[in-house]
């Protein structure tokens, strides 16, 4: 590492104060910072001197995402892999078309079994170069199909957050911070492995522009960043990010989420219609997340990996966390006893919310975000519960939107500022009334 730092050694001069490249010194910072520690230190006294800086909290953040990040490859292909045999093995058609225009898939007869002989277009080229098949029970075959659609949505995803925060950082003339590292993770997460990736660059550019830089860049923004470009996504192109037929990465292939089955099942038999075949799941797949959606919002186990690491690391505040899951087991318990003889959402037993949808995601990396959630502690608790409840009325009464942790959240973001000023308040005068 030694001649790379003779490197940017050598170089530095062209991009600091009265450089010729002065104005594009943020470009060379965030190069120079992602292999070096910055050579900054505090001289003076009136600093607060504390371990943790943003690098060390967004390194944590990246940390605790490794489960998801790995279920989220490995559930994608497993879906992908699943859908493919089973639309072979039903006969439904000779060719089963994949995601790509030009991408088929062929089918053969072995030992009284028909079987995927040979797949077309990139991901398969790859597949085939590194003797791999598309057999759902094999760990190996699900994880690599799953990588090559969810690395062209981050690779994207981090390109295009990345030019425009630099762009920003050139015009403000200030550094480049680390945070869309975790948001360019964060952002293919909650997204369909189907997700065109025209859409992934519109929907990144939406985030960082119109949510954060136009409010003035990280720790300003008051609208979780992911959420944002999700947000844009549904209203801007909902047949790509709701419906059937996105959700898993084979096109021709129709399959609705364990939460949109819910949503269309007979009154009475929401969770029969879940379990049942085709395409079942128990309450136990949920949980692990062998089930389609959102590429990592499925598994509620790898979830809770991440949130025991960023409370450990005091990251993320365990009150909202909490809070958010007693509210949300409050609300789906007043319903399923209120009943409805109409909607069967209604009876959906509350332990079921927690493993469906993106409630697990949601609770544990979104709204804990410090920036955008509520600073004061009996705040978070009022915070945690609104956006709890909040997902599961959408969830209940929302006929043609079944998930409701998007929209929750962004409506507790928006209330989170004005919660902390009435318990700021509320001590306020509670001080006073000590002293009169």
């Not at 940390?63 to 039903?90: H, K």
């Not at 119109?210 to 844009?232: C, D, M, P, Q, S």
């Not at 079921?352 to 955008?372: E, K, S, Y």
């Not at 600073?375 to 209940?396: D, E, K, N, S």
């Amino acid at each position: 590492m030694k001649p790379l730092r003779r490197f940017f050694d050598w170089i530095a001069p062209y991009f600091e104060k009265g450089g010729k490249c002065e104005k594009f010194y943020p470009v060379y910072e965030v190069i120079d910072s992602f292999f070096y520690t910055p050579a900054e230190v505090t001289k003076g006294t009136c600093h607060v001197r504390d371990a943790v800086d943003l690098k060390r909290v967004m390194s944590a953040v990246l940390v605790a995402l490794i489960p998801c990040t790995l279920m989220a490859m490995y559930n994608t292909g497993m879906q992908a892999n699943s859908a493919m045999q089973a639309m072979v093995n039903q006969d439904k058609m000779a060719y089963a078309w994949q995601v790509d225009a030009d991408s088929a898939l062929q089918q053969q007869v072995t030992d009284g079994k028909i079987k995927i002989a040979r797949a077309y277009g990139w991901r398969a080229e790859v597949m085939t170069a590194l003797e791999l098949k598309y057999d759902p029970n094999n760990v190996l075959d699900c994880f690599v199909h799953g990588a090559l659609y969810f690395l062209p949505i981050y690779i994207v995803c981090m390109i295009t957050g990345i030019l425009w925060e630099m762009v920003f950082c050139v015009v403000r003339g200030h550094e480049l911070s680390e945070g869309f590292f975790v948001t360019g993770l964060l952002i293919p997460l909650v997204m369909p492995a189907t997700i065109p990736l025209w859409q992934v660059v519109a929907a990144t550019s939406f985030a960082v522009v119109i949510g954060k830089e136009v409010f003035g860049g990280t720790g300003r923004n008051f609208l979780n960043i992911a959420l944002v470009a999700r947000a844009y996504l549904f209203f801007a192109h909902a047949a790509d990010i709701s419906g059937d037929k996105v959700w898993t990465a084979v096109d021709g292939y129709t399959g609705a989420t364990p939460l949109g089955q819910a949503m269309t099942a007979q009154v009475g038999k929401s969770v029969e219609t879940i379990t049942a075949a085709p395409g079942a799941a128990s309450w136990w797949d949920s949980f692990l997340g062998t089930i389609p959606g959102s590429m990592g919002e499925t598994s509620t186990l790898a979830c809770l990996i991440g949130a025991a690491i960023l409370v450990i690391a005091g990251v993320a505040s365990w009150r909202i966390m909490a809070s958010m899951l007693v509210g949300a087991l409050a609300v789906a318990a007043l319903f399923m006893a209120v009943g409805s003889d109409a909607n069967p959402m209604y009876e959906l037993p509350p332990h079921w919310h927690l493993v469906l949808g993106g409630f697990a995601f949601g609770m544990v990396f979104m709204a804990t975000d410090p920036v955008t959630a509520t600073v004061t502690r009996p705040g978070q608790f009022i915070y945690g519960a609104l956006i709890g409840g909040l997902i599961i009325v959408v969830r209940v009464l929302n006929p043609g939107f079944p998930e409701g942790t998007m929209l929750a959240i962004l409506l507790g973001n928006v209330f989170a500022p004005l919660i902390d000023y009435y318990v700021v308040r509320a001590n306020i005068r509670r001080r006073a009334s000590g002293y009169a």
